[in-house]
Each structure stands twice: as C-alpha cells, then as structure tokens.
C-alpha cells in the first residue's frame, strides 16, 4: 500500500513539472510517455517471451532502470527535455531517449536475472510447453 502511495506521488511530481514547461507540446508529453513505456516494458517482455532464463528480480531492476534512464536522459542529456525546460542540461546527446532506456533495461534484465536465481524447473517445464504450443500453431 505504501509503495503504490509513493509512486503515486512521484508520478504527480513529475506531471507537475512536465506541465510547468511553457514550450512543451502535446507530441513531446506523448514521445515522452511512449519512451517510459518502450523502455521499462519492452525489454522485459521480449525477454520474457524469448528467454527461459529470465526472473521476476531482472524484471524488477529493467524496469526500474528504463524509467529512470529515460527521466535522467530526457532531463539532462537533452536540450529542450520536458522537466525543467532545459535548465538541468549537462550536455546536449540530441538523441531521443528511448534507444538508451531499452538498451540500458535490456542489459540490466540479462545480468540481474543471471546474479539472481534459475527459475524453478516447472517454470521451465511451462516456458518449453508453451514455446512448443506456439511452434505448431505457426
């Protein structure tokens, strides 16, 4: 219950910021969003539909570590980002901040899931059954 309230409130924070900046767009909040969901979400679910490897702890940490690159990056590693209107820039990378949020999430998923440990043999069992389902209805 208390994490939900604080996550509530760090997103409140967030959208408060995001709607003091006086030259932002519609297009900028919205390739904003779709780079916090791309990059906590999207490796995670490509590795868990393509890995056999991967656990709940990888996906835990990738998710954290998408959603943080892509504040920290759209904040200070871009001119003009959506939170404080440029005013944190440390240098200005011009590149949009999904590609190292996903890259960043996708390595953090492989090396934690790998420290942390194998998934129990019936979830193995059930990732094979599954893959071989799907292997005969294509």
Do not use: H
């Not at 969901?37 to 056999?52: E, H």
């Not at 656990?55 to 504040?71: E, Q, R, Y």
């Amino acid at each position: 219950m208390w994490v939900s309230r604080a996550v509530v409130i760090v997103v409140a924070v967030i959208a408060a910021l995001m709607a003091l900046n006086k030259n932002g767009s519609i297009i900028d909040l919205v390739s904003y969003a779709w780079a916090g969901f791309g990059a906590a979400f999207g490796p995670v679910i490509i590795l868990s539909l393509f890995w056999r490897r991967s656990n709940g702890k990888g996906a835990l940490a990738a998710m954290l570590v998408g959603f943080i690159t892509i504040i920290f990056w759209n904040t200070c590693l871009v001119s003009g980002g959506i939170i404080g209107d440029g005013s944190f820039l440390i240098y200005d990378t011009g590149m949009y901040e999904l590609l190292p949020g996903f890259i960043l999430a996708f390595i953090t998923m492989i090396v934690v899931s790998l420290l942390t440990e194998e998934p129990t043999q019936e979830m193995y069992d059930e990732f094979d059954e599954v893959a071989e389902e799907t292997r005969n209805d294509i």
